[in-house]
């Protein structure tokens, strides 16, 4: 049985920055592409970034551009999102996942094979 425990969700403040960790059991991450998306209350889930098997590749979405670094580190079998500068539009129950599709499209939540339970994350302004 394979699962992603999500760490590092909380509630922070404008301006401070916080790390979320993605650490597989059951599965060698390093077979997968990875990415988390995230889903803010009332919309749908949106792509947030991505990163290859190996991590030389990274894909972010325009609006945490500058401020979020995903990264993996496949000898801990963990990905990570390194979050700056949070606002509080980035308030959401963030998500990791991974797939094995192309890396063309990473960023369509319908082509992840698996899924983290979420983690919220609350930035008050």
């Known amino acids: 049985r394979s699962s992603c425990r999500r760490l590092g969700g909380g509630l922070v403040q404008a301006g401070d920055s916080l790390r979320l960790s993605c650490a597989a059991s059951?599965?060698?991450?390093?077979?997968?592409?990875m990415g988390w998306f995230r889903q803010a209350p009332g919309k749908e889930r949106e792509f947030v970034a991505a990163?290859?098997?190996?991590?030389?590749?990274?894909s972010t979405v325009d609006s945490v551009k500058g401020r979020f670094t995903i990264s993996r580190d496949n000898a801990k079998n963990t990905m990570y999102l390194q979050m700056n500068s949070l606002q509080p539009e980035d308030t959401a129950v963030y998500y990791c996942?991974?797939?094995?599709?192309?890396?063309?499209?990473?960023?369509?939540?319908?082509?992840?094979?698996?899924w983290g339970k979420g983690t919220l994350v609350t930035v008050s302004s």
């Open positions: 059951g599965r060698t991450i390093r077979n997968y592409h």
């Open positions: 996942a991974a797939s094995n599709t192309a890396w063309s499209t990473m960023d369509r939540d319908y082509a992840m094979d698996y």
């Open positions: 990163i290859t098997r190996g991590g030389a590749g990274t």
